[in-house]
């Protein structure tokens, strides 16, 4: 009985690992599964398997593709709230969430391999600007979506033409500025 709850939740983490969008999260199921079967050797009664299976695969392989994945570069996408509001109400993070140009924002990313995180904050334009942890800055006003990004960013400018070429229905705006114009 235990051995098929272990190989079911094997399964489910199995499945977990291939269909999950963020990376870290594939590892950390990658490291569940591998004490799983860790412990399916145990109860078979092969603890030296078990052992290796839990020190090298559980541990030492998943400290590797953490360490290898810390290379990789997460987007921090920041949307500065509606109408100068403290905080953003769920009604305007839902409508933001499901707008078109943030979810072909997302995409670009995803093509791309790229870690994007979503940060919905309470500040002002020119102070979220300011803010060196934000790598894209998105605004909604009459017109439609404006993105600002920094003049430098390689992969912001690659976004610009993907959205240029593709002529995609968002009417999402890109404003390129200089850091140093908003201090």
Not at 22 to 45: E, G, N, V
Request: hydrophobic content about 50%; glycine content about 4%; cysteine-free.
């Amino acid at each position: 009985m235990i051995e098929i709850g272990t190989l079911l939740l094997m399964g489910l983490f199995a499945v977990l690992v291939i269909h999950t969008n963020l990376l870290r999260l594939s590892i950390i199921y990658l490291a569940i599964f591998s004490l799983l079967s860790s412990f399916l050797y145990l109860i078979y009664a092969a603890p030296e398997l078990a052992i290796a299976e839990a020190v090298i695969g559980s541990g030492l392989v998943t400290l590797l593709y953490l360490a290898a994945l810390r290379r990789n570069r997460v987007y921090t996408v920041a949307v500065v709230s509606d109408a100068g509001r403290d905080h953003p109400t769920d009604q305007y993070v839902n409508h933001v969430e499901r707008s078109k140009a943030l979810t072909e924002i997302r995409k670009f990313f995803v093509r791309r391999e790229y870690e994007v995180q979503t940060v919905f904050v309470s500040e002002s334009l020119a102070e979220a600007l300011n803010d060196p942890t934000y790598d894209l800055v998105v605004v909604e006003d009459e017109e439609g979506f404006a993105t600002y990004t920094d003049d430098e960013s390689y992969v912001m400018l690659e976004l610009e033409l993907m959205f240029q070429m593709h002529g995609t229905d968002s009417e999402l705006r890109f404003i390129r500025y200089s850091p140093e114009s908003f201090a």
